[in-house]
C-alpha cells in the first residue's frame, strides 16, 4: 500500500503553475486494490427490495429502534442528504431476529454479510499497521473492540429533490478511517488538504481510505483527517459501500505520541474526551444532514458546528 497521509499543517496559498491533481491530494488519500469486489448487485436488490416492500423494511428496522437500519429521509426532505443507506454493524446484525435475516437473505442480506467479514479481515488490520507507522504509536492498542460500521448507501435518483446535486454535504469522519467502494460512478469528491475550498473529483472506480478525526488526534496530527463530500448526477444512480472503523468507544482522544505535529486544545491533551462521546456529538450533526434527526422547537443549538469542533479539536 502506498503511504496514507503525513499532516505538515501547511497551506498552499500561491503557486507559480497550477497544481496538479496528486500534488492536490498529497497525503489525503490512498487507494487500494480490494481483496475482495463489492456485491453491487446483491446491494441494488437488497434497496430495491427495502423500497418496494415496507413491511419488511420496518420488520427490519424494529430490529434496531435506536437508529433504525434502512434510511430513507430523503423520500420526504429534499434538503437533506439525497440518498438512501443501509447502516449494519456487528452489533446491529446481532439483533436481526433470524425469520427476518431468512426473509432478506436471497434479496441480497447474504452476500453483503459476506463482503463486509472479508473485508475486514483482508484489509483493517493492514490499514491499521500502516497508519501507527505514519503515527509512530500502537493504534490497535485503541482498537482491540473493533468499533465498526457498514454502511451500504444509494444515491438514487427518486428523491425528494430529484434535481439536487447534493449527494452526501461535505464532512470529515469522526473515526479512524474510513473505506469506500463505489460501482463505477463518478460523485465522490475530496477537499485537497492544503488548498481549502478545492474539491477534487475521485475517479468513479477507485477505492479509497480517508482518515478521519480520531486518527488525526490519536497520531499527533501526523495523519491527516480529510473533508469530502458526494455530489449527484441528476438522472443517475450511484451505489457506494463505506467500511468505517473507530477507536473502542472508551479510549480518550489524546496524541498517543510524544510530541505532535498540531497544537491541540486543553481538552485533548488532557484527555478530557473519550470516543463515545465524540461520537455522540458528531452523530447528531451527520443525522441531521442526512434527514434522519428529528430536532424539537428550539433545539438546532444542539448541532455543532465545523468551526466549533475545530476549536474543540485545536481549540482556536
Ligand atoms: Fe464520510
Known amino acids: 500500500m502506498a503511504s496514507i ?21 498529497d497525503g489525503a488519500v490512498v487507494l487500494i486494490e480490494p481483496t475482495v469486489q463489492p456485491p453491487f448487485g446483491a446491494i441494488r436488490q437488497l434497496f430495491d427490495h427495502l423500497r418496494a416492500n415496507p413491511n419488511d423494511a420496518s420488520a427490519l428496522n424494529n430490529a434496531y429502534p435506536k437508529r433504525g437500519i434502512f434510511k430513507s429521509a430523503a423520500l420526504k426532505n429534499g434538503l437533506s442528504d439525497q440518498k438512501f443507506t443501509i447502516d449494519l454493524s456487528p452489533t446491529r446484525d446481532s439483533l436481526i431476529p433470524e425469520a427476518i435475516r431468512a426473509s432478506l437473505a436471497s434479496h441480497g442480506l447474504d452476500d453483503v454479510l459476506s463482503f463486509f467479514n472479508d473485508t475486514v ?66 460523485g465522490l469528491e475530496v477537499e485537497a488538504p492544503y488548498a481549502p475550498g478545492t474539491w477534487i473529483p475521485i475517479p468513479g472506480d477507485a477505492t479509497v481510505v480517508l482518515a478521519g478525526w480520531c486518527a488525526l488526534i490519536l497520531s499527533g496530527g501526523r495523519v491527516c483527517a480529510v473533508r469530502h463530500r458526494v455530489r449527484r448526477t ?33 481538552k485533548i491533551m488532557g484527555g478530557e474526551i473519550d470516543v463515545d462521546w465524540f461520537k455522540d456529538v458528531m452523530g447528531k450533526r451527520w443525522r441531521w444532514r442526512e434527514g434522519n434527526l428529528e430536532l424539537a422547537e428550539g ?8 468551526e466549533e469542533i475545530k476549536k474543540l479539536i485545536f481549540g482556536c
Request: with cysteine.
Open 5 to 25: 497521509a503525513i499532516h505538515n499543517n501547511t497551506t498552499i496559498t500561491e503557486s507559480a503553475r497550477p497544481l496538479t491533481t496528486s500534488e492536490l491530494l
Open 234 to 266: 441528476p438522472g443517475v444512480r450511484r451505489l457506494s459501500v463505506v467500511l468505517f472503523v473507530a477507536p473502542d468507544l472508551d479510549v480518550k482522544l489524546t496524541p498517543m505520541t510524544e510530541d505532535t505535529n498540531v497544537s491541540f486544545s486543553k
Open 121 to 186: 479481515d483482508a484489509h483493517v488490520s493492514t490499514i491499521l499497521s500502516s497508519l501507527s507507522k505514519i503515527a509512530g504509536a500502537d493504534l490497535s492498542l485503541g482498537h482491540k473492540n473493533l468499533n465498526m460500521n457498514f454502511r451500504l448507501c444509494d444515491y438514487n435518483p427518486v428523491t425528494a429533490d430529484p434535481t439536487s446535486s447534493n449527494g452526501c454535504g461535505e464532512h470529515t469522519d469522526y473515526g479512524t478511517f474510513s473505506i469506500i467502494f463505489q460501482d463505477g460512478t463518478p
Open 299 to 306: 433545539e438546532d443549538e444542539s448541532i455543532v458546528q465545523d
